[in-house]
């Protein structure tokens, strides 16, 4: 249940850049090695964003694939699923190049046009 | 009234990694190494810290319990003479399933780091939840047990990958289950390749020297040794 706190995370991130104006989307990246669960998420944002300017706005979220590097050999592939082991030399040295995002990519706000051409 | 596409790119855990690089500064500054004790509820967390907290060689050691409610693990730790602060995640919405960085710092000041050379920090039973969360850490350590089956590491591959030691506990249990300890192996493994494990026993004693070795190594070096 870790989604309601991710959620409330999201919510405060947004609050920071939306400068007080009411938000319509939301864009997550989600990275596959992440355990997040989009359902779960998708709910606990709901129930956060009442009463703050993300209220009603629509989550949208981005699953990165997961992409692997290997030390010894520098290969890179896309994983699904484990093993993580270098399928080119067998090593055990492996990081992640992609994945591991949990980032608000942006968001849509509606604003008032005269006040955002001045 | 317009919509405006806005950039944010901002990593959602951004203000838990500030406030973990804040108790990491503040726990470098008093030269205290700290150890993220991570597992799902029963796995033997406490029991494995009470097996080595009184006989550390060298090293002064405090403990920081976290739990949803209650204080049973800080008072069997309290128990051994050991300096312990509780942590409850309860007051907030219905008791939070993991420690934050947040809930670390408002608990620094309780902990006198002066007279502390390794802080053991026993987060919240649960096999997903905390690994999202760094609490201003230097090594996390994985307790998990033979009695929870050899297919976890496939099912909650974030938490152990994000371990530097797996430890394997109640291995005297082993003759009485159908646990392959060989495939339970192989999977941790497959999930985080070359990881640390220590098979154990705190019942029989079984590798609690090699336990108590590496949190030695850890408090006198700060940090894992690859």
Redesign the interface.
Known sequence: MHELSIASAIVATVERHAGGSPVRVVRVRVGRLRQVVPDSLEFCFGMVARESVCEGARLELDVVPAVLRCAACEHEWEIAEPPFWCPECAGSEVAAVRGEELEVESIEIEEDACIART | ????????????????GTLARANRADFDREHVTVVNLMGSPGAGKTTVLEQVVRSLPGVRVGVLEGDVKGSFDAERIAALHVPVTQINTDPS?GG???L?ANMVRSAVPSLALGEIDLLVIENVGNL??P???QVGEHARVMVTSVTEGEDK??K????F?ACELALVNKIDLLPHLDFDLEKYLY?L??????VAHIELSATTGAGVEAWRDWLVEVATHGHVHA
């Open positions: 009234m317009h919509r405006t596409h806005v950039k944010v790119l901002e990593d959602v855990l951004d203000a838990n919405f939070e399933c993991h934050d997903v939840c690994a999202e969360f590491p496939l909650y591959p974030l938490m990958r999977h493994d497959a999930v985080h390749p070359g």
